[in-house]
């Protein structure tokens, strides 16, 4: 389902802080380093993105520090799920309208997993950064 996407802020990749209105839900992003696109989504689920910054990988890349819905100054909804956080995260790669590396730490990279398996166009590359490629028994295995 597309999303009512609307940018409160000019240049959606232009360094600094974004808002995004996804169906009238805030989703606040930061812009920082030079490349191509690496949208990154912290783990948590509930963690604050600046814990993830990485001024190395910004020499290498635009990287773009999702606040998920329901952390940080993002919107907050009634309930919380992995197609939650895949719904926001499709709506913000629609809007930057070109392709992009995934980069999911921990929880995040169930999200980013989920989403290039499941809607893999656009999507230059996934990287996962302490998370896992499975959930559930298997992984406790």
């Known amino acids: 389902m597309p999303a009512n996407n609307t940018d409160t802020a000019p240049g959606s990749l232009t360094p600094g802080t974004h808002e995004l209105s996804i169906d009238g839900v805030r989703l606040v992003y930061h812009v920082a380093g030079h490349g191509p ?3 990154a989504h912290p783990g948590g689920p509930g963690l604050y993105w600046a814990y993830l910054r990485s001024p190395e990988l910004e020499t290498h890349f635009t990287v773009v520090y999702v606040e998920p819905v329901g952390t940080g100054r993002s919107g907050r ?6 197609n939650i956080y895949v719904r926001f995260l499709a709506a913000l790669i629609e809007h930057l309208d070109q392709p992009v590396y995934l980069l999911g730490h921990s929880h995040g990279g169930f999200v980013v997993q989920y989403h290039a398996l499941h809607q893999p166009e656009g999507i230059a590359g996934v990287i996962l950064y302490d998370s896992a490629p499975l959930t559930g028994p298997e992984h406790g295995a």
């Open 37 to 39: 696109v690496c949208v």
């Open 77 to 82: 909804l009634p309930r919380y799920g992995l």
